[in-house]
C-alpha cells in the first residue's frame, strides 16, 4: 500500500479533491437556492428505511410493519449509519456517494493504465473524467445506491484477472451487488465469458469458477431468503412493482426503447467518446483484450434487459447510469488507446487533440448544467412532496392512514401509515397497478382516509374529487409537471 500510495499519491489526491469540490458544489449550490434534500423522492425510501433500523431496530417502512419495499438494503444500512452517529442524513448519503465515485475514478485510471502499455499520465486523465460526468456526479449525490452499484462492478471487473486465483472474490462483489440492486446478478455475464475464453489449464478455469461461484452464493443466498421472509418472494417487491407500473412501455417498438434508453448516454461527453467506443471494439479484438469485451458484452446485455423488461429513460436515465459508466471506461481506453498510436503523423496528432479539447468542453460544459439540473430536482421533490407531507403532518391527525404513490417523503416526514399505491411497500397492489376501478377498492377496503397524488396520474380516482390541500410549488409546473394535490377519501 505504501509503494502504491508513493507512486500514485498525487494523481490518487487530486481525484478526492477533484470530487469533493465537484460534489461540494452540487450541494452548496442547492443550499445557497433554499434547498436541502434529494433529487428523487425515491432516496427519502431509503432514508426511512435506515431510520427505522438504526432507531427502532427493525426492517420496516411503516413501524411495526416488516415490508421488502427497499431495493438496496446494503445501501440502507449504510445510511443507518447517520442515525447512529447523528449525522444529517444528506450529507452523510453524498459522502458515501462521492467515496464510491471517487473509488470507481480510481479504479478506472488504474485500468487504463494496465489496458495500455506505456501510458502513464502525470494527470489522471480517465479518473477525472468519470468524476466530472455530470451524470455519475449527479448519481453520487442522489441519495440513491447507484454509485455503490457502480463502485462494485468496477471493484469486480479489477478482481478479474485470468492469471490470479483471486474470482472468489469477484464473486462475493457480485454476490454484494445483488444486494445493492436486484439487477446485480448480470455481472455474473462478463466473470462467466472472461473464464471461458481466457487461457489457461481446464482444471484452472473449474478451480476458477468453482472460487467464483462459491463467493457469489456465498453472499447472494442470503439476499434470496431475506426478500423470501420480507415479501414472500425471492426478489424484493421493487423488482414486480417496477416492471407492473410501466408495462405499455414494452408495447413501444424494440429499437425505439433501446433508442430511448441510449440518448442519455450522449446528453455530456459520452457523445464524444461515441466514436471512441466505436473503436476500442476493433482494438479489442486486434489486442485479445478480453476485459474490454466482457464489458462491451455486459453493457449492451445490460440496455437489451432493460429494453425489454423496463424500458424507462426518465429522470436522466438513471437505471442506465450503470451501463453508462462501463460504456465510458471502454470510450476512455479506446480514445487513449488511439492517442496512443507511436506512429500518428501531424494531421491525426492534431485530430487527437481536438477531440481531446472537445471532451473537455463538452463535459465541463454539462458539468455546470447538471448542477442546474440537479438543484432543480431537489426543488421539484421539497416543494411537492416534503411540504406536502409536512402540511399533512401538521394539519391531519395521526390516526388518519394516507394512499400515496411517492411514498419516500411521505413516509419520513408525515408521521402517519402510508398506503403505498406503487406496489413497493404493499405488494397486493402490484396485479392492479394501472386498474383504478378496482384501486379505488381497494382504498375503501384498506379504510383509507386521504390520498395523496398528481392528479393526471389518477384521473379516475380524482376526477369527482375536490383537493382539500394543493402545493405551492412552481418549479414542478415550470418543468411540465403538476402540483401535489391531497384529496379526502374516507367519511368526514
Not at 443550499?31 to 427493525?58: K, T
Not at 436486484?182 to 489457461?200: K, N, R, V, W
Not at 383504478?436 to 384498506?446: F, Q
Request: proline letters at 5%; glycine letters at 10%; hydrophobic letters at 50%.
Amino acid at each position: 500500500m505504501s509503494s502504491f500510495l508513493k507512486h500514485n499519491g498525487r494523481w490518487l489526491a487530486l481525484l478526492a479533491a477533484a470530487t469533493l469540490i465537484i460534489d461540494g458544489c452540487y450541494l452548496g449550490f442547492t443550499a445557497f437556492s433554499g434547498f436541502h434534500g434529494f433529487p428523487l423522492d425515491d432516496a427519502w425510501i431509503h432514508q426511512v428505511y435506515a431510520r427505522n433500523l438504526a432507531q427502532r431496530g427493525e426492517w420496516a417502512f411503516n413501524p411495526g410493519q416488516p415490508s421488502g419495499g427497499s431495493t438496496a438494503p446494503l445501501w440502507s444500512v449504510l445510511l443507518a449509519g447517520a442515525y447512529v452517529l447523528n449525522i444529517d442524513p444528506v450529507i452523510w448519503s453524498a459522502l458515501l456517494g462521492s467515496l464510491a465515485l471517487l473509488i470507481t475514478a480510481v479504479l478506472a485510471e488504474l485500468l487504463i493504465r494496465e489496458w495500455i502499455e506505456g501510458y502513464r499520465p502525470s494527470v489522471p486523465w480517465a479518473g477525472l473524467f468519470l468524476v466530472c460526468e455530470w451524470h455519475l456526479v449527479w448519481a453520487s449525490v442522489s441519495g440513491m445506491e447507484t454509485s455503490l452499484f457502480i463502485c462494485l462492478f468496477f471493484l469486480m471487473m479489477y478482481f478479474l484477472k485470468v492469471d490470479t486465483e483471486r474470482f472468489w472474490i469477484a464473486g462475493l462483489l457480485i454476490g454484494l451487488a445483488t444486494w445493492v440492486r436486484p439487477d446485480g446478478i448480470t455481472f455474473l455475464g462478463p466473470a462467466i465469458f472472461l473464464l471461458i475464453f481466457s487461457s489457461g489449464s481446464g482444471s484452472r478455469k473449474a478451480r476458477q469458477l468453482a472460487g467464483l461461484l462459491g463467493g457469489f452464493l456465498l453472499v447472494f443466498v442470503p439476499y434470496l431468503f431475506f426478500n423470501l421472509r420480507l415479501a414472500g418472494s425471492i426478489w424484493p417487491s421493487t423488482f414486480s412493482a417496477k416492471q407492473a407500473e410501466y408495462q405499455t412501455s414494452t408495447s413501444l417498438p424494440f429499437l425505439s426503447r433501446v433508442g430511448s434508453l441510449f440518448l442519455p448516454f450522449l446528453a455530456g461527453g459520452g457523445v464524444i467518446l461515441l466514436p471512441a467506443a466505436a473503436a476500442a471494439i476493433v482494438f479489442a479484438w486486434r489486442k485479445k483484450n478480453l476485459r474490454i469485451m466482457a464489458i462491451l458484452l455486459w453493457f449492451c446485455g445490460y440496455l437489451l434487459v432493460y429494453a425489454i423488461r423496463l424500458p424507462v429513460y426518465y429522470q436522466h436515465g438513471r437505471y442506465m447510469m450503470p451501463a453508462m459508466a462501463g460504456f465510458f471506461l471502454v470510450g476512455l481506453w479506446g480514445l487513449f488507446q488511439w492517442t496512443g498510436t507511436p506512429d500518428a503523423g501531424k494531421r491525426q496528432v492534431l485530430v487527437k487533440k481536438f477531440n481531446q479539447a472537445c471532451l473537455a468542453a463538452v463535459t465541463l460544459s454539462f458539468l455546470w448544467l447538471g448542477g442546474m439540473t440537479y438543484q432543480n430536482d431537489v426543488a421539484i421533490i421539497t416543494t411537492e412532496m416534503v411540504d406536502t407531507a409536512e402540511w399533512i403532518k401538521e394539519n391531519i391527525s395521526p390516526q388518519d392512514k394516507i394512499a400515496a404513490h411517492d411514498i419516500g417523503a411521505m413516509g419520513y416526514f408525515s408521521d402517519h401509515e402510508i398506503i403505498d399505491l406503487a406496489g413497493l411497500v404493499n405488494p397486493e397492489v402490484i396485479p392492479i397497478i394501472r386498474d383504478e376501478e378496482r384501486l379505488a377498492d381497494y382504498l375503501n377496503n384498506r379504510q383509507v382516509d386521504f390520498l395523496v397524488t398528481f392528479p393526471e396520474w389518477y384521473p379516475q380516482l380524482t376526477g369527482s374529487k375536490e383537493p382539500v390541500y394543493k402545493s405551492r410549488g412552481i418549479f414542478s409546473p415550470r418543468s411540465g409537471g403538476e402540483s401535489m394535490a391531497v384529496y379526502r377519501w374516507g367519511p368526514n
